[in-house]
């Protein structure tokens, strides 16, 4: 059992789409933090949401951690090729060393 | 440019043979990570060291050793793997790992390992 959940795992779409992609949990995070990885490459981190309710925008993505801090999703407005890439969600305990990670979404954003 | 370096960038080796990868951080951080991510699985934490020492060991197999020698190496040991080893094996830090685990994890770009 996957403590943290992502959806869908692949997504293929055109240029100037709207997306939204979801990371839902049973367990309450004190935080919960959103990379992207490209191929060949390490993820990187886009944001970090804290408080339960909490919207970030990151030019076109915007982040949303659940009201009760189980759930956030990512959408992505007028999606461009380079937004391809892996997507992660990866969720934090108060007091925890560790991350745990989602399986991950696959996001393929077509000319 | 990536602050965290792993080298080497893609390894093949047989399962009696013996290698290390190494992983190298300038960014001043106090912890370091080791992850295991394979095709269809969660990114799998295997290790954590803070301040140089081991503060997780995630029911890791014994044919990897880690080792820490300061805040900015780690390494990962490797001995007798199985092909089910084979997998991107990526590299992070952040600033400490005192608990206060909202901190951002910065991740090398990983050694892709193969076990024939």
């Known amino acids: 059992t996957q403590l943290l959940e992502q959806s869908p795992q692949f997504l293929s779409i055109q240029e100037g789409e709207n997306l939204t992609v979801y990371c839902n949990s049973s367990s309450v995070f004190s935080s919960l933090q959103w990379y992207r990885q490209e191929p060949g490459e390490g993820p990187v981190l886009l944001v970090t949401v804290v408080t339960g309710g909490e919207v970030k925008k990151l030019k076109r993505l915007t982040f949303q951690f659940g009201d009760a801090r189980k759930d956030s999703s990512l959408h992505i407005t007028a999606a461009q090729p380079g937004d391809t890439g892996l997507y992660l969600c990866a969720g934090a305990w108060r007091g925890a060393q560790k991350l745990v990670f989602g399986q991950g979404t696959r996001l393929t954003i077509n000319p | 440019e990536t602050g965290v370096t792993q080298t080497p960038r893609h390894l093949v080796m047989g399962m009696t043979n013996k290698k290390s990868l190494k992983c190298e951080q300038h960014?001043?951080?106090?912890?370091m990570y080791w992850y295991k991510q394979s095709a269809k699985k969660p990114l799998e934490l295997m290790f954590v060291y803070n301040f140089k020492e081991q503060t997780e060991n995630n029911s890791v197999p014994s044919r990897f050793s880690p080792e820490c020698p300061n805040s900015s190496h780690l390494f990962l040991h490797l001995h007798t793997l199985q092909p089910e080893d084979s997998a991107l094996y990526l590299c992070?830090?952040?600033?400490?790992?005192?608990?206060?685990?909202?901190?951002?994890?910065?991740f090398g770009d990983g050694t892709r390992l193969s076990i024939l």
């Open positions: 960014l001043g951080h106090n912890a």
């Open positions: 992070a830090s952040s600033r400490t790992g005192d608990g206060r685990s909202n901190q951002p994890q910065h």
